[in-house]
């Protein structure tokens, strides 16, 4: 080895030890063991500078030249040494990458792993003290000797070290499927199967056109049924299946379960992440076609497009023989503008190309029925035997008059068969409709009142809704609010969310612990008609029909709900707690959301709930208003990324005001209020821009606010006013497609021909 070579590896190994000096310095309550490293590792360090000295002035033709170059041959003891260096730094930085300034390191070493290490270190630095000394006799027996200690202690450092890696690796792997979808269906497929009455659902697994679906290159299963059949079991039935029979490293199982609440969740490109992070983690050595994307767009901030994501789940499917992918409730796809139909032509497009097997549940509605004119069908029907057992499982939790009773528990069962026509939903309705009967007689009289047909569903609501009412009166508005909570709200609630939002009270500044209701009483006093997902937390109502059968009922059944939300949005936006301000880094911010779950609702929903209800609530809104720590506050949750990034807490256009958000979310009513506090500044205040030069106009054209749009026209606000991501107000609303905005615009004189860009 020539001295160029050996000098230069000398200082790697200088050049290491103190980037892993500096690491050691800065570890957050740090033990004796990272003590005991350090000074080690600096002894080592001042003998490796001697050493370097002698190897660039020494006569290298002397023996002792030839004995130091072992030292540094491959895999020689510089190189081992180097490797307990990198054991150390990867540990300490989460995988050598760079800390954020102020991000605390933390020591992670089990005595085992560190004693190993000082081992290595301290057998260099022997190594070491000989060669300054000049013997290189000793020095050869020495590096023998020293060959037979690597030979016992290596395998020990390097089965650290490849631990280490390997938790490293899992965790990278975690956050960038995570990034690519932190959509959890697993979740939701582990609690819907638990509701599986043991039995049920076995004649659609032993259906022909199942066992041809499961058989046919490229087929695909339409599985249509009327509201309430159990459509959402069966997808779950079906995955069940092929997670335990048909999945293996050839073969990949993924599933969608849509969702009328999570519209935000649900677009193409939403949807085609979440099946590519299901077939990636099931083959992580895939995980490449994934990574590339985080790297192109993580740091960023930016999305994959569409495109980008079906050219990588196409690049997946190449390493799969098949794929079955099961998308569950087709009509729950909020279908505004295309996108499901953009959805299913992409899915059809991935079946072109490989031999992707396609199974689809919906209702009977025409247009997603046309479009599986083509391929399997098989209608999901609860049958008369699944209905049997289901009422029979349920049998534990009906009063004491039926559990003693065999003959009026098989009364029971044959009644609700006969009521319930094929749908599961009703078979549970009723089942819940005699929990409440406490003799034999008001068993059967109940179960003779059975509602059948077309009105069933709607009659066993009504009926649901009179046992709410007749509960104490302090149970009845618990589960008015219970109901309102969950059938206004803009996205699936969690349990925590939900009893935060029940705990606040009016012009409170803060939480109060012991006004936080427990989840089994929401669930008590809601007379079966809702339900919590224990995987993901999620309450929710038991089905999407009585969803849509409060949305015709609740203004008339609780018309001050939709107040009673917005207030309660605001309330706890205005909390003390909250009037520090915006956080000032990712961790602070993500601690505040840890510490205050409600807000990230409340943040991000209050607006449209207010909506409808400013009359009520602009007093509220505008005492919110006019605290600029609180603004400040909701602002940077309210537009918190939804993939996160380094200092992504950062990117939120600083300076909003009060103003910007009424305009945001289009509160005109609350606008005029804001403007009439502040009389002789109106001109100012309309042209007052954010930190990304967004106007009140431009924020409400991009939004498509068509009211508020006029009434800032009429006001006088700019309407060529120049600055946001479009440029300019009437660029924003053409980019929505939003032609009632647009003319509005154009008849204030927008000038088309501006150019657009952003200019701010």
């Not at 179960?447 to 009179?466: M, R």
């Amino acid at each position: 080895m020539d001295p160029l070579s050996v000098t230069a590896s000398i200082i790697a190994v200088l050049q290491l030890s103190a980037k892993v000096l500096e690491y050691l310095s800065d570890v957050r309550d740090a033990p004796k063991e990272r003590s005991h490293c350090e000074a080690e590792i600096s002894n080592l360090s001042a003998l490796l500078r001697a050493l370097r000295d002698h190897v660039q002035t020494g006569d290298l033709s002397q023996p002792w030249y030839t004995a130091i170059a072992e030292l540094a041959a491959p895999k020689g003891p510089f190189d081992q040494f180097k490797q307990a260096l990198e054991a150390l730094q990867n540990m300490i930085t989460d995988g050598g990458r760079l800390k954020k300034l102020g991000e605390a390191l933390v020591w992670k070493f089990k005595k085992e792993e560190i004693a190993g290490i000082l081992d290595r270190i301290e057998r260099l630095k022997s190594l070491v003290e000989i060669v300054l000394q000049m013997d290189h006799l000793k020095l050869s027996q020495a590096i023998k000797d020293d060959t037979h200690f690597v030979r016992a202690h290596v395998p020990v450092i390097q089965s650290g070290v490849d631990e280490i890696r390997q938790d490293q690796d899992a965790a990278k792997h975690r956050r960038i499927l995570e990034w690519i979808s932190p959509t959890d269906y697993p979740a939701q497929q582990s609690d819907i199967i638990k509701r599986r009455q043991e039995g049920t659902g076995q004649w659609f697994l032993d259906a022909p056109q199942v066992a041809t679906w499961l058989s046919e290159h490229q087929a695909t299963l339409f599985c249509p049924g009327i509201p309430g059949a159990g459509k959402t079991m069966v997808a779950a039935i079906a995955i069940d299946h092929l997670l335990e029979s048909v999945q293996s490293s050839s073969h990949g199982v993924a599933y969608v379960y849509c969702n009328y609440k999570a519209r935000e969740e649900q677009d193409t490109s939403r949807m085609l992440a979440a099946i590519l992070k299901q077939l990636v983690q099931a083959r992580l050595s895939l995980v490449d076609l994934v990574e590339r994307l985080h790297k192109q767009h993580a740091d960023r901030g930016t999305r994959p497009s569409p495109d980008e994501i079906f050219s990588a789940l196409r690049d997946v499917l190449a390493h799969y023989s098949t794929v079955y992918i099961v998308v569950d409730a087709l009509d729950e796809f909020l279908d505004s503008d295309g996108t499901r139909r953009q959805f299913l032509a992409k899915l059809r497009n991935l079946q072109a190309g490989r031999d992707v097997r396609l199974m689809a549940t919906s209702r009977f509605i025409p247009e997603i029925v046309g479009c599986f004119n083509e391929g399997l069908k098989l209608e999901v029907q609860a049958s008369k035997e699944d209905v049997k057992r289901f009422v029979a499982g349920q049998i534990c939790r009906l009063p004491k008059c039926i559990q003693r009773d065999p003959a009026l528990q098989e009364v029971v069962q044959e009644k609700i068969v006969e009521a319930v026509d094929g749908m599961f939903l009703l078979a549970r309705l009723h089942t819940d409709s005699l929990l409440d009967k406490r003799t034999a007689k008001d068993v059967k009289l109940t179960l003779a009142k059975l509602s059948k047909g077309s009105a069933a569903l709607d009659d066993a609501y009504k009926e649901a809704i009179q046992r709410i009412e007749g509960q104490l009166s302090g149970d009845y508005e618990l589960a008015k609010r219970v109901l309102a909570w969950i059938t206004y709200a803009k996205r699936p609630l969690t349990t925590t969310e939900i009893c935060c939002a029940l705990a606040v009270e009016p012009d409170e500044a803060e939480l109060d612990a012991e006004n936080i209701p427990d989840v089994e009483d929401l669930l008590s006093v809601c007379a079966g008609l809702v339900v919590v997902d224990q995987e993901s937390a999620v309450i929710r109502l038991v089905h999407y029909t009585t969803q849509e059968y409060f949305e015709r009922i609740r203004d008339a059944w609780n018309p001050g709900a939709q107040t009673h939300v917005a207030s309660t949005c605001l309330t706890y936006l205005s909390f003390s707690i909250f009037k520090t301000g915006s956080c000032s880094s990712d961790e602070k911010l993500e601690e505040r959301l840890q510490g205050s779950q409600f807000l990230d609702y409340a943040a991000k929903h209050w607006g449209e709930h207010a909506l409808t209800v400013e009359d009520q609530i602009c007093s509220l809104a505008c005492s919110f208003f006019s605290s600029k720590e609180l603004v400040s506050c909701a602002a940077q949750v309210l537009l918190r990324p939804e993939y996160t990034y380094r200092e992504y807490s950062q990117n939120y256009p600083k300076d909003s005001t009060g103003l910007h958000l009424t305009a945001r979310f289009g509160l005109a009513i609350v606008l005029e209020a804001l403007l009439l506090n502040q009389v002789g500044e109106t001109g100012l205040l309309l042209e007052r821009r954010d930190s990304d030069g967004q106007t009140l106009l431009y924020l409400a054209a991009e939004h498509g606010h068509q009211r508020m749009v006029k009434l800032l026209l009429d006001k006088g606000a700019e309407v060529n006013a120049q600055g946001g991501r479009y440029g300019n107000a009437l660029q924003a609303a053409s980019a929505r497609g939003d032609e009632a905005v647009v003319k509005l615009l154009l008849d204030k004189d927008a000038d088309v021909n501006e150019e657009a860009t952003r200019r701010w």
